[in-house]
């Protein structure tokens, strides 16, 4: 669109990353006419903005590809340019690439009750539609903690968020900081191309390593599939977020359980003594999510990673300090402290007024309590994005065409409270939990809410 264009179309779908791809394809496949705006110059989302050492989506890609599209691989777990490739792959078949206008960025979106229709404002004008797609996902700035020292740091202070994969650290002294996926992910890489590579986690995380080939079952069904035989590659999928569903409820209710099989994964590699103090966290398994790691093991044992278990005391112009004394020699920090989680990038409004999105009601991970012809596809913190964000996203192409067919112009739920406690409760969770939507109508397990929790049921819904 150009500065002066006004677009219209039936669905304005916002961010050509998983989730708004998935719903084009769906959207196109029932010949809903629809538009993609992307806030940068390629399409991928994360996939395209985040290139950090090891950067990888830790869920088996089969599974989080699309279910329309499945990916084949002899490994388990994808990189972010597989990924991305993917992603651009999927558009192309499909012409859903011709259908996003990049370098457009979506400043605010306004229902008009009276005309029943959004009005998408950009930096390139604006565009008219009956519904709205928001596929924004929920990462925003990166969160960076402040140290006291930093200032006087005459290192490189980098966030993840900012750092390339590109980038070699020869004959320096790198220490990651963080315990989570992005950290798991980043160290083996990182200890790759340093001169020293620390790993510096204020409190353990379980991990769990894998060594990231297909199993013979996986190898069958995707031989099977790229023979003309789909059901083999649709029992695969079923059958492995079964699985992941099966190991957290599983580890949730049995904790005892769950802490020994940990310890037995990790006595391999460590001694029991480094065991206790690295990788023993003081919460449940599953209570935060559990990181996948490929290669971690053999960098710990070969000496090229090193772990160190404290708080942050302070920086000094060469060093970091850690709480009790011990001074880690620095020339470069990178963080991988997470994110700000932040469900709007832009201004919502309804008949003028902004939604807030602080414990707004959010019906199955798609509709927001108040707001008309809206639709927000959302995956689960434990698994595969795509396993609960497809199913959302055909669930609100069912009230689409349910509208259509008898003329309806609006769809919305009524704004209410309701309570809610995340499925897991990671810091990047919890010191946005005030802000964040109240998500109810699923049991957070896609296995079975696919199955029992979104059949489509209209007279739960208001309808005009």
């Known amino acids: 669109m150009n500065a002066t264009a006004m677009q219209e179309t039936t669905v304005v779908v916002i961010g050509a990353g998983i989730t708004g791809i998935g719903s084009a394809y769906y959207l196109a496949d029932n010949r809903i006419p629809y538009v993609v705006l992307e806030a940068n110059e390629d399409l991928g989302g994360i996939w395209y903005t985040q290139r950090w050492h090891g950067a990888r989506c830790d869920s088996d890609f089969v599974k989080y590809s699309y279910s329309f599209k499945p990916y084949a691989s002899p490994r388990c777990l994808a990189d972010r340019e597989q990924i991305h490739r993917y992603l651009r792959s999927v558009a192309e078949e499909f012409s859903i690439l011709e259908n996003i206008r990049f370098n457009t960025l979506v400043t605010s ?18 565009a008219h539609a009956q519904f709205l797609i928001n596929g924004n996902g929920y990462f925003s700035l990166p969160h960076v903690p402040a140290f006291p020292g930093a200032e006087s740091f005459c290192g490189e202070i980098v966030h993840t968020f900012d750092l390339d994969a590109k980038r070699r650290f020869p004959g320096k002294h790198v220490v990651l900081v963080g315990s989570g996926s992005t950290a798991i992910c980043a160290a083996p890489e990182l200890a790759r191309v340093s001169g020293s590579m620390t790993l510096l986690q204020r409190s353990p995380s379980y991990i769990y390593e894998i060594d990231n080939r297909a199993t013979p079952f996986m190898r069958l069904c995707q031989y099977l599939y790229s023979r003309g035989f789909a059901f083999p590659m649709k029992l695969l999928r079923g059958y492995l977020q079964a699985r992941d569903d099966t190991i957290f409820v599983g580890f ?35 209570e935060q999510r559990i990181p996948i790691a490929v290669g971690f093991k053999e960098a710990v044992r070969g000496g090229a990673l090193r772990l160190k278990t404290a708080a942050i005391e302070r920086f000094t112009p060469t060093s970091i300090v850690l709480a009790g004394g011990e001074e880690l020699k620095c020339d470069v920090c990178i963080l991988a402290t997470g994110f700000e989680l932040d469900f709007l990038k832009f201004d919502l409004l309804v008949d003028g007024a902004k939604v807030e999105m602080a414990g707004i009601n959010f019906y199955k991970g798609i509709m927001m309590g108040g707001v008309p012809n809206y639709f927000q596809p959302v995956g689960v913190w434990h698994s595969a994005w795509t396993q609960r964000s497809e199913t959302a996203t055909r669930f609100a192409i069912k009230i689409m065409k349910y509208m259509a067919s008898r003329g309806l112009r609006k769809v919305s739920i009524e704004r209410r409270d309701v309570r809610y406690t995340p499925a897991i409760t990671p810091n990047y969770i ?11 109508g699923t049991w957070e397990l896609p296995s079975v809410d696919t199955l029992f929790r979104y059949r489509f049921e209209p007279r739960k819904l208001n309808f005009s």
């Open 430 to 440: 919890m010191r946005c939990l005030p802000a964040l939507p109240r998500l109810y």
């Open 109 to 126: 979106a306004s229902f008009d009750t009276k005309t029943q229709c959004w009005v998408v404002q950009t930096n390139h004008g604006s």
């Open 252 to 286: 949730r209710a049995f904790p005892r359980l769950a802490r020994w099989f940990f310890r037995k994964h990790w006595l391999d590699t460590v001694s029991r003594e480094e065991l206790k103090e690295h990788f023993s966290p003081s919460y449940a398994p599953w």
